[in-house]
């Protein structure tokens, strides 16, 4: 993040028994929300929606080094027990409302995990671009050490407009870490993971308010598993952004803050 939004790193205890820093950034006061990144994800990449609407909402970025994670943690099943081991930590037991869980692609998946066995750590659900239902995954044809290009390309097809969404520096971030030890095996791992759990038939349990935030564009999560999403949650609601493809926060920032805020103050007018 940048200077005015400074990490702090929490270790957390997932299956595996090993420790794992998160980076964790804290900023805003009001109603609680915690955003949850995907695969190739950073907290950075929802910084421009939390200057959006922290004014009014305690925003808590979580950031786990997925592509590091190694044995049982490597999973959905293994991030979702991370994520609930910092989500306990931090409110559990507190007065106040549950945190909103706002999660893209594969956070949106661990998300909806967590809204399914953990009810009383979600106080409400925002899925934008989630896995879960269908998804077009960017490791079907992974390279084993992959290359600049491959990853220009792949990392290029999450956006509506990659000639102004893509970054050099995630394109740089996702070559180190994939050609690092074990980063490539760690995504492909937890791709297949994800792919394997298909919630389709538990989709209709989960109980929190839900909003789903989708770029009309998007070919990872196509508009087709938003409508299944839609078919299954007790909630209807959807947000459609045009001229957006799988990361509505980087390309659509302000309207994703709107959404949230929007969204929020439902939630506090239903107490």
């Known amino acids: 993040m940048s200077e005015d ?4 790193q929490v270790p957390l205890v997932g ?4 420790e794992t820093i998160a980076r964790v950034v804290d900023v805003g006061e009001g109603r609680p929300i915690v955003f949850l990144h995907g695969l190739v994800g950073l907290n ?16 808590t970025l979580l950031e786990i080094p997925l592509l590091a994670l190694r044995g049982d943690d490597c999973s959905i099943q293994g991030v979702e027990a991370l994520t609930c081991r910092f989500l ?10 549950a945190p909103i869980l706002v999660g893209n692609s594969f956070g949106g998946h661990v998300a909806l995990r967590i809204a399914l066995s953990r009810p009383d750590l979600v106080g409400g659900l925002v899925l934008a671009g989630a896995s879960g239902l269908i ?25 509506f407009d ?16 994939l050609n690092g030890p074990g980063g490539a095996r760690a995504m492909v791992k937890l791709s297949r ?21 989708w770029g009309r564009h998007d070919i990872g999560t196509p508009p087709e598993a938003a409508a299944q999403f839609m078919s299954l949650l007790r909630d209807p609601r959807i947000v459609w952004f045009d001229e957006c493809g799988h990361a509505p926060m980087i390309e659509k920032p302000d309207l994703f803050a709107k959404a949230l805020l929007d969204f929020a103050a439902e939630l506090d007018r239903r107490g």
């Open 135 to 159: 998804e077009k995954s960017m490791v079907a044809d992974v390279q084993r050490r992959p290359s600049r290009e491959w990853l220009r390309r792949k990392i290029g097809e999450l956006f």
């Open 5 to 8: 939004l400074p990490p702090r």
């Open 162 to 177: 990659p000639a102004t969404h893509l970054s050099e520096a995630d394109i740089e971030r996702a070559f180190r870490d």
């Open 88 to 97: 306990e930590g931090r409110f559990g037991g507190r007065p106040g409302p």
């Open 193 to 213: 993971s994800a792919r394997r759990n298909h919630l389709g038939t538990r989709i209709p349990e989960i109980q929190a308010a839900t909003l789903r935030i």
């Open 44 to 59: 950075d990449h929802w910084e421009n929606v939390v200057r959006g609407c922290s004014h009014r909402l305690r925003t």
């Open 15 to 18: 299956p595996s028994g090993q």
